[in-house]
Structures are given as C-alpha cells and as structure tokens.
C-alpha cells in the first residue's frame, strides 16, 4: 500500500484546512486509516483513525470535537477535517494505514510522507 498525504499549508489560528491521504495498492481500501502528527522536537502523536467498514472513529483529546475524519473507499482517500486551528497543531501531519484499529503508531504498517500543517497565532 503506497500513502500520499496533502493539503498541508499555513494558516492563521481559528482557521481551517483539510488534509487528504490518497491511498494506492490492490487491498489499500480494507486498511483501517489514522492520521498521526509530529511537531518538532516532541514524539509523534496519534491524531484519528477511521476503520475501513462501516467507518467508526477515533480521536484524540486535543482535537475532539474541532477535527473530523472520513473516508471514500472508491476514491481510496482519507480526509482529515481541521477546523479551529490552534498555533499548538502546528507539525508534520502523517497518514498511515493497519489492519488494527487503535492510536498506537507501532501497529501501523505503511506510512505516507507527511504534510507540514503550520498554525500562526
């Protein structure tokens, strides 16, 4: 499974952008999808994963309630929805896809290349 994230950018604090996660590979579509965050200098962070069925969900604390997950198995692509930007968001934003549905980064098996998100204050 090949991941390409996008949709990055900057923004301005209470700002939007959303994130895509276009996925490639004969069983790409049957992988749960997580998004996970790395700011600099901290550990990467789990974000949101969404299940490859009947698509439940997963969030974070720090962005319930203000991110939003989704997917469209027929385009094999993952949307991660950010509203109420805050500068504290601001990292390299990453797609990644597993057969197990959970926030733990080591259980999953593929890995796009990330898309610098940046909140300004």
């Known amino acids: 499974v090949q991941l390409q994230a996008s949709g990055g950018g900057l923004v301005q604090a209470g700002g939007s952008l959303r994130l895509s996660c276009a996925a490639s590979?004969?069983?790409?579509?049957?992988?749960?999808m997580g998004w996970f965050r790395q700011a600099p200098g901290k550990e990467r962070e789990f974000v949101s994963v969404i299940s490859w069925g009947i698509g439940d969900t997963d969030y974070a604390d720090s962005v319930k309630g203000r991110f939003t997950i989704s997917r469209d198995n027929a385009k094999n692509t993952v949307y991660l929805q950010m509203n109420s930007l805050k500068p504290e968001d601001t990292a390299v934003y990453y797609c990644?896809?597993?057969?197990?549905?959970?926030?733990?980064?080591?259980?999953?098996?593929?890995w796009g290349q990330g898309t610098l998100v940046t909140v300004s204050s």
């Open positions: 990644a896809a597993s057969a197990w549905f959970g926030s733990t980064s080591a259980r999953y098996d593929y």
């Open positions: 590979g004969r069983t790409a579509s049957s992988y749960h």
